[in-house]
């Protein structure tokens, strides 16, 4: 999994008994994790990623969040023993938050509210807001948690932050509730949403309808309840906030809070009454028609939230809690999505600079520093307009002329220098203007010199340089034998793509369906594979920098059609695709080693729109052992970087 620092983070099942690499689980599975620099190099050693060590932790799955840091999630069979405890009976989730530096962040969390039954087969997206969801299917038979499916199995959902504390409670994702939900996936979405796709066995009963054939591929997108522009106020009457009291003479005290940026409120002629209006709380007393009346009709009160930072977060959680005085309390929330408008750079520091005659100066923030609010400095670029007059500036040792350009970061840095070129002059300077790169503009600006003459001769020095949108989709168009293991991934657009395993001809094949970000089909079903011989399936995807998408499978083809090279079991393959949809190049053999079975194949991707794929090897030739993790990592034209690469450090027994 690729780190938001330039690095990645590889996990992987180990069954090495404690017996070296990072110990402490003798029992059963471990799970095991190892961060490597961007140009493969191990940062620090292995990392025991479970802290409750009873039985075996298994499934595990991986995200890299925002902040460079990471979360892994997996299943856990140590029945409340150790770690973050509270689910006694048979499966519980486990997630783990880690730094950039693969340190671990908080404690161990136990996902399930639910806890009656097995919980199975986490997944995990990280969310623009910097936190992360995690889904999985629920054997509690509606017992716990998110309630309202009392048949089998459900799919289950939890929201987190980055620090790893929930945001509201475990949701129900599915509508349909006939039979077992399962074999969910999830990706993020612009905007703080994410989508959930999962196989259904409804036959059509409730829910998206239109597959009557047991074997659906069903989706629910989420997203925020309001939309508010960045520092423009949000009215929210009318728009659902609402209280009711049987007791209807009862004095009620409703709080509306939120996480970021402040709700203001004026009563009007609503009879109640409000205080800490402009700040992040506010109390409203009343009774429950009077309060009813200033959230939704009365004509003279304001309800409004305004974001009061010019880069606010992805998400702000509205809070709405009652208290009737008797004891009787109530609480919900909901997701406001904040959209950040782009600001212009804005001027912090344009001093003149003194240099001595003939002399050199390295340039400052101190100095030059314009910052955006919406944007890093490496994007805050100067553009010339003006060339430099009475000597030389310079990026890197290089000339900066007419048009030249360099950025914030670079000033930072010290990259930016300037030689006065040994004259008898007493100013020197260059005209530029400043852009952000997506429309924010200044122009016309200057910045001076001031010269101090030498008696000596001159010289010169050169140096060097959380709620549903929408209904459920029915994925899948081919209706005819089951679909299943749907993997789900966004593209930098905001398009998202479902692959999964489709059964409909003799064997199984991987199908492929683009869909725009509100949930509309973009042109047909994929056919992924190749080779149609023996089975394709356990798809996975990702998106690639440039705004394809490349999946990876497990091939029993055994050499016949597509990448040719493996016919002794089980074979990785991959494809790649560009923004169109359309295939980039053909059918990619992943693996080098071509003895035994790879399979299990996980897959990142990498930047400059390459992608590394992780798997498990049975060969015993690469640590000689049972099975090893080997890596290799792809171009962004599909060619391989290298060889093959053993990413386990202990070798006892099988990694997988």
């Known amino acids: 999994m690729a780190l938001a620092g330039g690095g990645f983070a590889v996990t992987w099942l180990d069954n090495s008994l404690g017996n070296g690499g990072a110990t402490g689980d003798t029992s059963g599975f471990a799970i095991k994790a190892q961060v490597f620099t961007a140009d493969g190099t191990r940062v620090l050693s292995e990392i025991l990623v479970n802290t409750a060590t009873t039985n075996s932790q298994t499934v595990q799955q991986i995200v890299a969040l925002t902040n460079g840091g990471f979360v892994i ?13 509270g689910d006694t009976t048979g499966a519980a989730i486990k997630a783990q938050v880690f730094g950039a530096d693969g340190a671990k962040v908080g404690t161990e969390l136990l996902v399930n509210s639910a806890t009656a ?95 009557t054939s047991g074997g659906a591929i069903k989706a629910q ?79 003279g009160s304001v309800v409004s939230y305004s974001s009061t930072s010019d880069a606010p977060p992805a998400n702000t959680t509205l809070t709405m809690s009652v208290n009737d005085g008797q004891g009787g309390t109530a609480t919900t929330t909901a997701q406001i999505a904040n959209v950040a408008l782009n600001d212009a750079p804005v001027l912090n520091h344009n001093q ?72 008898e002059t007493t100013s020197a300077g260059f005209g530029f ?70 059964a409909s001809s003799g064997n199984t094949d991987i199908k492929a369906q683009v869909f725009a970000a509100s949930g509309a089909k973009l042109g047909g079903e994929l056919m992924v594979n190749t080779a149609v011989a023996g089975a394709q399936s356990v798809p996975q995807i990702t998106a690639l920098d440039g705004g394809g998408f490349v999946i990876v499978w497990q091939d029993s083809s055994l050499g016949n059609g597509g990448a040719v090279g493996d016919a002794s079991g089980l074979a990785t393959k991959a494809q790649m695709y560009g923004p169109d949809g359309l295939p980039l190049g053909a059918e990619i053999r992943v693996n080098t080693q071509t003895s035994s079975d790879q399979s299990q194949a996980q897959i990142t991707a990498l930047a ?26 792809f171009n962004a034209t599909g060619g391989a970087v290298g060889g093959e690469t053993v990413v386990n450090t202990a070798v006892l027994n099988g990694q997988t």
């Not at 929930?166 to 939900?181: F, K, Y």
């Not at 010339?384 to 009475?390: V, W």
């Not at 203007?433 to 010289?459: E, H, L, R």
């Open 117 to 211: 039954g097995d919980q199975q087969s986490p997944q995990i997206t990280a969310l623009s807001d910097g936190g992360f969801v995690i889904v999985w299917s629920d054997g509690s038979v509606g017992v716990g948690g998110a309630l309202g499916d009392g048949s089998n199995y459900a799919v289950k959902a939890q929201v987190y932050d980055a620090a790893g504390v929930r945001s509201g409670g475990e949701l129900l994702v599915n509508t349909a509730i006939s039979g077992n939900q399962g074999s969910a996936v999830v990706t993020a979405l612009p905007g703080g949403g994410f989508v959930v796709s999962w196989t259904d066995p409804s036959n059509g009963v409730g829910g998206a309808g239109g597959d």
């Open 608 to 633: 400059g729109g390459g992608f590394a794929v992780v798997w498990t090897d049975l060969s015993a030739v690469k640590d000689g052992s049972g099975s090893s993790i080997n890596l290799q990592v």
């Open 221 to 299: 997108v989420f997203g925020a309840a309001f939309t508010a522009n960045e520092q423009t106020p949000l009215s929210l009457k009318a728009l659902g906030l609402d209280v009711s009291d049987p007791d209807a003479g009862d004095v009620l005290t409703v709080t509306l809070s939120v996480s970021s940026g402040v709700i203001t409120v004026d009563a009007g002629t609503s009879g109640a009454t409000a205080s800490g209006s402009g700040t992040a709380s506010v109390t409203l007393t009343g009774t429950a028609a009077q309060i009813s009346a200033l959230l939704n009709t009365d004509g």
């Open 73 to 85: 999630t997996w299943q856990d069979y140590s029945a409340g023993v150790g770690g973050a405890t």
């Open 352 to 423: 003149v600079v003194t240099v001595l005659e003939g002399a050199q100066v390295v340039l400052t923030a101190a100095d030059l520093d314009f910052n955006d609010a919406d944007n890093a400095d490496s994007s805050v670029t100067y553009t010339i307009t003006s060339a430099p007059t009475n000597g030389s500036l310079l990026k890197n040792g290089g000339a900066l002329g007419l048009n030249g350009t360099f950025t914030q970061q670079d000033v930072i840095d010290g990259r930016i220098t300037f030689t006065h070129n040994g004259g």
């Open 433 to 502: 203007s400043v852009s952000d790169g997506i429309g924010g503009t200044v122009a016309g600006q200057t910045f001076t010199f001031s010269i101090t003459p030498v008696n000596d001769a001159p010289t010169v020095n050169v140096s060097g340089e959380v709620s549903p949108r929408g209904t459920e989709i029915l994925v899948n168009t081919q209706t005819s034998g089951s679909q299943s293991a749907a993997q789900i991934t966004t593209l930098g657009d905001g398009r998202f793509v479902v692959t999964w395993t489709d």
